[in-house]
């Protein structure tokens, strides 16, 4: 999966964000921006060969211009680095920082204290909390997550019609490269829910899914396999975290999203060959759906769940009926993956909550890395997790 082409996909979505943003937008003093002169670079922000970065916005009738570089997950959990622009006399306000590790960077500017995305960068992420852009520095050798010359999947963007939630919607799925080389052969799926405040397609673009299931298979580190990422919000103004979230969104998978890619892709339809995963938000839709429904999903993987800081009056039995029978639900469950960043606040909860599973006897495996509540930890729990998927069961 080329970023180039994921990029597309978002570029459409932005230009219909911005389109409806342009009344609210018009009081701000450097907006529209001007084009940038010919004599500098307009694809910012350009990346170095030493890792600095240099971020370049338009704006002569801004009084004040900022560089937020966004660490963590979509706001409020999120912390920032700011960083004050200069202008030159031709209005066009600039800043290098770094250098900065190999990574992928969430970034916006602060344009007279309205946050608005770079218009002259196409790779962005459009979520209900945010609007901001990405930038990567690439590594040497190239990160997991990194675009490598290996062969390339695809992604494709399908809509439906959920009967369920009576509403149409939007599904990325990604094909591993075996897909359209290998005619007669079916594969196993993960379904990939994102976190609250992000839309649909983040696991494709920030997030670097296909990029990373791709690489991992290249090495002989994982199976070939189908990432589906769907909505994890109940509506266009619903909320995915809460019981009647997750009761909603997992009809809506079990009852429209899954028969719809059985229906249209050649995978293997059983709960051996399918998993389901998800980051924050998502990882506890995971956590939960995948454990009310030991029956369809074998594998589950929860990556800085929120599932460990819901209302002390979560009942967890309830949440998983399969707590009284462990043996029954091991039995079933042939990985119950857990991970959680080692600054991220949830990390405690995270041990918690290890603590009662064990405690019941159900079978779980633990991978922490350094950071918080990020994007950096949750590419690495995907890799972590997708390279143990579809394994014989222990």
Request: charged share 20%; proline share 8%.
């Amino acid at each position: 999966m080329r970023v180039a082409a994921t990029s597309a996909f978002v570029v459409l979505v932005l230009l219909r964000t911005f389109a409806a943003a342009q009344a609210p937008l018009t009081h701000i003093a450097g907006w529209p921006p001007v084009a940038i002169p010919p004599t500098a670079a307009t694809n910012a922000p350009q990346v170095h060969d030493d890792h600095t970065i240099t971020f370049r916005l338009a704006a002569p009738n801004a009084q004040r211009v900022a560089l937020e570089l966004r660490a963590g997950g979509p706001p409020p959990q999120g912390h920032d680095r700011s960083h004050p622009m200069m202008r030159d006399s031709q209005g066009l306000w600039s800043v290098t920082i770094g250098p900065e590790p190999p990574e992928i960077y969430r970034y916006a500017f602060l344009v007279d204290g309205i946050s608005m995305p770079d218009p002259h960068n196409q790779s962005a992420v459009v979520g209900r909390a945010q609007l901001t852009s990405y930038v990567e520095v690439p590594g040497s050798p190239p990160r997991f997550d990194q675009w490598r010359d290996v062969p390339h999947g695809a992604l494709h963007l399908r809509e439906y019609r959920s009967a369920v939630l009576g509403i149409q919607r939007t599904l990325y799925v990604w094909v591993p490269p075996q897909y359209e080389v290998e005619s007669r052969r079916r594969f196993p799926v993960v379904y990939l829910r994102h976190g609250n405040g992000d839309p649909a397609s983040t696991w494709a673009t920030l997030g670097h899914a296909g990029i990373i299931a791709e690489n991992l298979i290249a090495d002989g580190r994982a199976t070939p396999m189908i990432l589906v990422m769907p909505s994890g919000y109940p509506s266009d103004s619903g909320e995915g975290s809460t019981e009647e979230g997750v009761v909603a969104t997992t009809r809506e998978l079990l009852e429209d999203i899954v028969p719809f890619v059985d229906g249209h892709y050649r995978v293997v339809g059983d709960a051996a060959h399918r998993a389901i995963a998800g980051l924050s938000m998502g990882g506890m839709q995971a956590f939960i759906s995948g454990l009310r429904n030991v029956d369809k999903f074998a594998w589950i993987g929860a990556f800085s769940s929120t599932v460990v800081i819901l209302d002390p009056r979560f009942n967890l039995r309830a949440a998983i009926p399969g707590l009284d029978d462990a043996a029954a639900t091991n039995k079933r469950v042939r990985l119950l993956f857990l991970s959680c960043g080692t600054e991220d606040p949830r990390f405690d909860g995270h041990l918690t909550l290890m603590s009662v599973l064990k405690a019941n006897g159900i079978r779980h495996e633990w991978f922490s890395t350094p950071g918080s509540h990020e994007w950096k930890v949750w590419r690495q729990s995907l890799a972590e997790f997708l390279s143990m998927l579809f394994k014989a069961a222990r």
